[in-house]
């Protein structure tokens, strides 16, 4: 039976833990931000979460789900994407201005499932994507509290 074995270029800040049985592993994030506007003078910017999942004993296609969970905290002005990439499977989540009265924190759930070909581990990918009005000269920010969840699935 398939087994998640661990997460080459996860980035030190990040927390990971794989339960015993190694069907089920969870990723928390808890710093990852992307601004724009003063002092940043781009009127857009992107940050790039990237990693492999490593699988063991994974001898047949083995269907994956990752579930992307958390909170969007966005200033007002700003737009923002998070997309979320595993395998052959891409989803987005897309986060429209705020009131310019008040900062705003929008909850996020995306689920995917990728089939993984046998004997192959998976790149996993989560770009974060902000925007703000080209009159906008204020900083606008895109925070994220998120995790990731990560299981095989048995067939």
Same mark, same amino acid.
């Given at each position: ?8 270029? *996860? ?13 089920? $592993? ?18 857009? $910017? ?31 002005? $700003? ?38 070909? $046998? ?6 990918? *989560? ?29």
């Amino acid at each position: 039976m398939a087994k998640i074995k661990g997460f080459p270029g *996860l980035r030190a800040g990040s927390k990971a833990a794989i339960s015993d049985d190694g069907q089920v $592993a969870s990723i928390t994030f808890s710093d990852l931000e992307v601004k724009v506007g003063n002092p940043h003078p781009t009127l857009g $910017a992107i940050q790039v979460e990237s990693f492999t999942l490593q699988l063991s004993e994974n001898v047949t296609e083995l269907p994956v789900w990752l579930t992307a969970g958390g909170f969007v905290f966005t200033t007002p002005g $700003a737009r923002a994407l998070l997309v979320v990439h595993m395998g052959d499977t891409t989803t987005l989540a897309s986060f429209p201005p705020v009131p310019s009265d008040k900062n705003v924190e929008q909850k996020v759930l995306q689920e995917l499932k990728a089939i993984v070909p $046998a004997g192959v581990d998976v790149q996993t990918t *989560l770009f974060l994507l902000v925007d703000h009005y080209s009159g906008d000269a204020s900083l606008n920010v895109l925070s994220l509290d998120f995790s990731l969840d990560l299981g095989t699935v048995s067939m």
